[in-house]
DNA sequence: CAATCAACCTGGGTGC
DNA sequence: TGCACCCAGGTTGATT
């Protein structure tokens, strides 16, 4: 679930409900939520240990600690952070607790069980984030960056969004709702597209992952900030699990494909395969 | 390099 | 109600 908006705002409640606390005690639930365990290893390093910072990086949440460790959270599908009133303590899928100074308590819970946590040393840190592509908000991050890394490759546009060496933060949510923006179809080969295209692909990726994170997020099912609250987002995308209503842009139903395996949502009309259309090459020759 | 698939786990939704 | 089956916002590694 959390893609890069759902993160960041986790990130920022963090920053403004937790960062400054010190955790007492790490109750790990799940043996499994830890990367490479070494028995006890995991607590021990959190017990007695500030927090000093949140940050984020592609769709990882970084717990910064005052020992000059890291907490890295991978929330993957189904992760939640949750720091909640004991009265709404969460009973189940639970895989670790925090347990802070103060009485309070962050829980981390995942419904599917995917989620992974290491705790890394600065060093360990920027080797693991190493092969991540660049954050899109920063600087590097332009077209002309895209064109560059990606153009001349075969592979279909989707499949590349999503992956983390070329981008990072983009999900399955928000790539669909960028490439119905930029009118371009999933299944587009990246060597076929125009300057204009690899603008607009850009110009929808900022737009799309700004307006994920205006709205907090989007929430179908698992999704919650670190107070429990829904995202709004969902009420605003356009083409995602909208099969069969209607394009805003044009009228024409949506449909549902897979591309790359994953599930996929599009107009037919506005996002033509052969790329022809208002971004489109046909019109070119 | 490109595409597909399985695996990781669990719960929710659906259809019979 | 029960149950079998399919699905999931992510990532990785094996295979072809």
């Known amino acids: 679930m959390p893609e890069l908006p759902e993160v960041e705002t986790i990130k920022e409640d963090l920053r403004e409900h937790v960062v400054g606390a ?16 070494k028995a006890g290893e995991f607590e021990r390093r959190l017990e007695g ?30 992760g939640q952070f949750l720091l909640v009133p004991p009265v709404e303590e969460p009973t ?50 332009t077209s002309g960056y895209l064109k560059e890394k990606v153009g001349g490759r075969r592979a279909r546009i989707k499949p590349l969004l999503l992956d983390q060496k070329v981008v990072s933060g983009v999900g399955n949510i928000y790539v669909d709702e960028l490439l119905f923006d930029a009118k371009v179809h999933p299944r587009r080969k990246a060597n076929s597209f125009s300057d204009e295209e690899w603008e607009e692909v850009h110009s929808a990726i900022s737009g799309n992952l700004r307006a994920g994170i205006e709205h907090r997020g989007t929430t ?56 022809s259309g208002d971004n489109g090459q046909l019109e070119l020759l």
């Open 22 to 37: 010190k955790v007492e005690r790490a109750e790990l639930l799940d043996r499994s939520l830890v990367e490479h365990p």
């Open 49 to 78: 240990v500030d927090i000093i910072g949140a940050r984020r990086r592609a769709k990882h949440l970084v717990v910064e600690l005052g020992s000059g460790d890291s907490l890295v959270f991978q929330l993957k599908i189904g």
């Open 92 to 141: 189940s899928s639970l895989m670790l607790v925090l347990h802070l100074d103060g009485a309070r308590r962050v829980f981390l819970r995942d419904e599917t069980g995917y989620t992974r946590a290491q705790i890394y040393t600065a060093e360990e840190l920027s080797e693991r984030f190493a092969d991540l592509g660049p954050e899109p908000f920063s600087e590097g991050f």
């Open 220 to 275: 179908f099912s698992l999704y919650r900030d670190l107070l429990g609250r829904k995202g709004s987002h969902q009420n605003h995308l356009k083409v995602f699990l909208r099969e069969g209503g209607e394009c805003p842009r044009c009228g024409v139903k949506i449909v549902k494909e897979k591309v790359g395996g994953r599930a996929t949502f599009l107009c037919p009309a506005c996002q033509r395969e052969d790329g």
